[in-house]
């Protein structure tokens, strides 16, 4: 990713890169929202959902945290 892609998604406030979290509506009446991280359990990068190899280091092991 190039620095003026980098600096535009980070003051427009989207990130559609790799490490991106994904941000879903929680299910209570609070109006919470739940941050859902996609991650290589052998080396810990963040990767998107539809990933399943690590780009990094080439596992399959992929693990979902949901955080509220």
């Not at 919470?32 to 280091?57: L, Q």
């Amino acid at each position: 990713m190039s620095l003026s892609t980098l600096l535009s998604e980070l003051f427009s406030g989207t990130d559609s890169g790799p490490n991106a979290a994904e941000r879903a509506t929680g299910n209570g009446n609070d109006g919470s929202s739940v941050t859902v991280v996609h991650e290589c359990r052998t080396c810990g990068t963040n990767v998107s959902a539809e990933t399943s190899n690590c780009p990094a280091c080439d596992s399959e092991d992929i693990v979902t945290h949901s955080i509220d």
